[in-house]
């Protein structure tokens, strides 16, 4: 990887923390205002054994000022497959989505997504049912699950306006707290990163990266093992441009300091190229790299303005060959015999 692929994939990342539980939940749609200063409500549906939970406040991105200016930017393009076959436009219909991935009962990694929001109920599960989704009953609620290669995926409306969509064993279990019962606010560690995410955030990860299992579901070839990361903590604020603030916690001083050094000679590195790419140092100059000795925390945090992120979207898209709409596209059946073949830091969030 190049030095400058490293700096745009850096600043990408203030986009992704914004996105991030957006694309899980487009990912899975195939088949989110409340913010940091209070806990979402779906929290109630999350099980307590949770890895990790991510909350977006879809509404308050997608009408964000810099959600409009990308927009602009974008490839004019008709109204979206996935919106034509759904009836979901994601810009107005979605208020929030809530993420976790907490371990199925054979102990792998099983993803869950909460969205809130208005939809055709009838309409996704007609079109789930075309696509090869079967119709159950539980505890009152109707079930569309399905089967991916090993695994059984499932939806349900646990209550109106609310969406659970991914393995079938956690959908169950968020019909299963509807009354109540232990959820994640029982989770004492996940609760203390969550309540260090900053208050301003309108969309948020935190994760657990010390318990059993957690590794499943790492990227493949990082391991946080070999950086003795135990967990972390992302937050990114969008409106003008993006505030993006990650805290990664590790067991001892040794392990702070191996990774500060690592990020710390990343960075240098990457000034030492950025020179002659005003785009680029004006990401490396916003980065703030920080650490609680005390607490073994490393922080890092980074303030792109609305020109930055405009670039960083121009490069995406002409790495994408100039793609428009980005919006996921859903599956077809099979056609049918009729059917023809188809400060340096910049410590002030953005305004």
Request: charged residues 20%; hydrophobic residues 40%; aromatic residues 4%.
């Amino acid at each position: 990887m190049t030095t400058r692929t490293c700096c745009v994939c850096l600043g990408a990342g203030g986009i992704l923390a914004a996105g991030l539980v957006g694309g899980l939940a487009a990912y899975l749609q195939g088949g989110p205002a409340a913010a940091a200063q209070g806990r979402p409500d779906q929290f109630r549906y999350i099980p307590a054994d949770a890895h990790l939970v991510a909350f977006a406040d879809v509404r308050a991105v997608m009408t964000s000022d810099l959600r409009e200016r990308l927009q602009e930017r974008q490839p004019e393009d008709d109204r979206s497959d996935f919106e034509s076959r759904t009836g979901i436009r994601m810009a107005s219909d979605i208020d929030e989505a809530l993420v976790c991935l907490a371990p199925d009962p054979s102990d792998a990694a099983s993803l869950l997504v909460m969205l809130s929001g208005r939809f055709d109920q009838q309409r996704l599960e007609a079109l789930a049912v075309e696509n090869g989704g079967t119709v159950s009953e539980y505890d009152g609620h109707k079930i569309i699950a399905t089967t991916i290669g090993d695994s059984r995926l499932a939806m349900a409306f646990v209550e109106p306006g609310v969406l659970a969509v991914g393995s079938e064993a956690l959908v169950l279990g968020a019909i299963g707290l509807v009354d109540g019962g232990d959820n994640v606010t029982a989770n004492a560690r996940l609760m203390t990163l969550f309540s260090k995410v900053d208050p301003g955030s309108n969309a948020w990860a935190v994760g657990d990266l010390d318990r059993a299992g957690s590794g499943a579901w790492m990227p493949e070839g990082l391991d946080p093992r070999a950086l003795r990361v135990t967990a972390f903590s992302v937050a990114g604020r969008v409106n003008g441009g993006v505030r993006l603030t990650l805290q990664v916690e590790t067991p001892d001083e040794a392990a702070s300091q191996n990774l500060r050094d690592i990020l710390q000679g990343f960075l240098a590195l990457a000034r030492m190229q950025a020179d002659a790419q005003p785009e680029i140092a004006a990401i490396l100059d916003s980065v703030q790299l920080r650490a609680a000795p005390e607490e073994y925390v490393v922080s890092l945090s980074m303030t792109l303005p609305t020109a930055t992120v405009e670039w960083l979207w121009d490069q995406a898209l002409e790495g994408a060959g100039g793609a428009g709409s980005v919006e996921p596209s859903l599956p077809r059946p099979s056609p049918g015999p009729e059917d023809p073949a188809p400060d340096r830091g910049g410590t002030t969030p953005p305004g």
